[in-house]
């Protein structure tokens, strides 16, 4: 099976600007969680997506939302870019074989790392 | 709330010493707990995960890690040190049943010394 795929995977914005981020989960999974890692905070939740919808939210500002389609693939938005919100985003999926709810292995993608000048 | 906490952000070791990361967690439930290692400009690949079956838990590239619940620890191991090992791991919890959000440790980052 093909791993999770994140495009693109260098993107450089400018602040005030805004970028979409787009991932695509390994086939037959149903959820896909999103993080932001910087070297000062670590790694951080940011939302997961299970059959489009959103199931959790980390703590980040609405300027941070996401989505998810009916083919699993998600993408994820940054409004107003701030030079904060230089990071490495990260994508995982996870195939959920005991339903909604419960918490399985994530499977990550090598992230897009987002610099905002 | 669930909460990790990894000792040491940087750790050395020789090739073919042992390799010990320290990993405690905080959780109000018993949790699920992974071990996750980073090579650069890569994702994270797990390497070994317990979700309240048998405390020790075996991964890949001869890791390991046990769960001790009156230590609330899981720390990684692995016997004999490679160059290969040389990566950042992270510890990460995760609450059974409230779906994939995980907490992450801040990462410790092996260095190997030949």
């Known amino acids: 099976k093909a791993g999770v795929t994140q495009t693109p995977r260098y993107l450089i914005k400018t602040r005030g600007q805004q970028v979409t981020l787009s991932c695509s989960p390994i086939s037959g999974h149903r959820s896909v969680s999103w993080y932001q890692q910087t070297p000062g905070q670590g790694l951080q939740f940011l939302f997961e997506?299970?059959?489009?919808?959103?199931?959790n939210k980390g703590n980040f500002p609405g300027r941070f939302s996401g989505r998810q389609f009916s083919n699993s693939r998600s993408e994820m938005n940054v409004s107003t870019l701030e030079l904060g919100d230089s990071a490495l985003y990260l994508c995982?999926?996870?195939?959920?074989?005991?339903?909604?709810?419960?918490?399985?292995?994530?499977?990550f993608g090598p992230g897009t790392r987002l610099t905002v000048l | 709330a669930q909460s990790v906490t990894q000792l040491g952000s940087h750790v050395s070791v020789s090739e073919g010493a042992l390799v010990l990361l320290r990993c405690n967690y905080s959780?109000?439930?018993?949790?699920?707990l992974f071990w996750y290692v980073q090579y650069p400009n890569q994702g994270l690949q797990l390497l070994l995960k317990?979700?309240?079956?048998?405390?020790l838990v075996k991964g890949i590239n001869g890791f390991e890690a046990e769960f001790k619940k009156s230590e609330t620890s899981f720390h990684l191991t692995k016997p004999s040190a490679h160059m290969s090992d040389a990566a950042e791991y992270f510890c990460a919890v995760s609450r059974p049943g409230t779906g994939n959000q995980f907490y992450f440790g801040t990462g410790t980052s092996l260095t190997v010394i030949p």
């Open positions: 995982a999926s996870s195939s959920y074989p005991q339903g909604a709810g419960s918490t399985d292995t994530q499977y």
């Open positions: 317990y979700t309240s079956a048998a405390t």
């Open positions: 997506y299970f059959s489009e919808t959103q199931r």
């Open positions: 959780s109000s439930v018993p949790p699920y």
